[in-house]
């Protein structure tokens, strides 16, 4: 680092995007600009670090984004550095690019990379780390399941629409007389299901946390119905699965960091429903409208907050640390901290307790 100051930043959007993204990258070049610092955009995440993909970014290119889904930089999931897939003759390998990585940071005379992204990128990140990159981690991801932060940004865009989704099924399902069944996103974690069922008035709420019972939910669908309450909701995360039961699996695809690709649980709960209670049930996945389109007020706020902070940490060379939000306050921890553990849904948590309170239920007696 030339005269031991930090002079030209970084930064990639690693991982699936989600609203914010382009919030926090402003949030992090406007104020790097101002401070002197030149500001280099990676593209497609850890794909563009590998393979030597950027753009300069000016002020001009971060102005008027803030409101932009999605990543002007782009973003992938199949770029992790560590599980590079390269192309053999007629065979896709898996190899290790990590050196490639580092050569391009070195070459591109970074001092600094901000990577914006979830558990995939911050497990990454650890390892370019500790390969001697210095780097700031900023949590990004609907799924809301990193244990160092209070909420990522991206998570309450995410529940907004599965709400809205929820009321719009509210009236056609009490029109027709219907169960109607929402498959959320939330691979092992059920935050967003948990929550957005919550916000849109669920009657039975499935996560991955909390297995099922096949014979709890038709129970709760038929009592309803025999109580006149002639429809019923059900919101359910794509990784949920029933007791002795296994998630549902859409596809593999052995480039991805994590090659499972989930889907068709709720058409599975349709499915069952109708079978084993005669009841008229449709279903509804939300799938990638989740992740698209304006961050919430909420999450504008709070990547511009993430974005500006991991500039600070930046300019203190206060490297190999995650931005965080600790109740209301804005802080770091170390990004070892921060992928220790999955943040999951534990029958405790209060939009737990909250949900039972008003008659919510789990697919299951014992919470
Ligand atoms: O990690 C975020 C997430 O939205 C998961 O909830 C979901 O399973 C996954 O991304 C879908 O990823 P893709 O768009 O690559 O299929």
């Known amino acids: 680092m030339k005269n031991n100051r930090v002079k030209r930043i970084g930064v990639l959007t690693g991982g699936g995007d989600c609203p914010g993204l382009n919030a926090v990258i402003r949030g992090v070049a406007k104020p790097a600009h101002d401070n002197g610092l030149s500001v280099l955009g990676i593209q497609d995440g850890f794909e563009g670090l590998v393979t030597g993909k950027a753009i300069e970014l000016y002020n001009k290119d971060v102005s008027g984004i803030l409101a932009q889904g999605g990543s002007i930089l782009g973003s992938s999931n199949k770029g992790d550095p560590f599980h590079w897939p390269e192309q053999f003759d007629d065979e896709i390998k898996i190899v290790d690019r990590s050196e490639r990585a580092m050569r391009n940071y070195e070459a591109w005379d970074l001092d600094v990379l901000i990577a914006i992204g979830g558990d995939g990128t911050m497990h990454i990140s650890q390892k370019l780390s500790d390969m001697g990159m210095n780097i700031v981690g900023v949590p990004k991801t609907i799924d809301n399941d990193l244990e160092a932060t209070d909420q990522t940004f991206g998570h309450d865009s995410a529940i907004f629409v599965v709400s809205e989704a929820l009321d719009r099924l509210h009236t056609t399902a009490s029109t027709h007389h219907r169960v109607?069944?929402?498959?959320?996103?939330?691979?092992?974690?059920?935050?967003?299901?948990?929550?957005?069922?919550?916000?849109?008035?669920?009657?039975?709420?499935?996560?991955?946390?909390?297995?099922?019972?096949?014979?709890?939910?038709?129970?709760?669908?038929?009592?309803?119905?025999?109580?006149?309450?002639?429809?019923?909701?059900?919101c359910i995360a794509e990784g949920a699965k029933a007791i002795d039961g296994n998630i549902v699996v859409k596809a593999k695809d052995i480039k991805r960091t994590d090659p499972i690709q989930?889907?068709?649980?709720?058409?599975?709960?349709?499915?069952?429903?109708t079978d084993n209670t005669g009841l008229e049930t449709r279903y509804t996945v939300l799938g990638h409208l989740q992740r698209g389109g304006s961050p919430t007020p909420y999450d504008r706020i709070?990547?511009?907050?993430?974005?500006?902070?991991?500039?600070?940490?930046?300019?203190?060379?206060?490297?190999?640390?995650?931005?965080?939000?600790?109740?209301?306050e804005i802080t770091s921890v170390k990004i070892k901290e921060a992928i220790a553990d999955q943040k999951l849904v534990k029958p405790t948590d209060q939009a737990v307790k909250a949900a039972v309170a008003v008659g919510v239920s789990f697919g299951t007696e014992k919470l």
Request: glycine share 12%; aromatic share 10%; charged share 25%.
């Open 302 to 328: 709070l990547s511009t907050k993430f974005g500006t902070y991991a500039i600070e940490l930046a300019l203190k060379k206060k490297f190999d640390r995650m931005v965080a939000l600790k109740g209301n």
């Open 262 to 273: 989930l889907g068709g649980v709720a058409e599975l709960v349709t499915r069952m429903i």
């Open 180 to 234: 109607m069944v929402l498959e959320a996103m939330g691979r092992y974690a059920g935050w967003i299901a948990l929550h957005g069922g919550l916000a849109g008035g669920a009657d039975i709420i499935l996560i991955p946390e909390i297995p099922f019972d096949w014979e709890v939910v038709y129970d709760k669908v038929i009592q309803r119905n025999m109580r006149g309450k002639r429809f019923s909701i059900i």
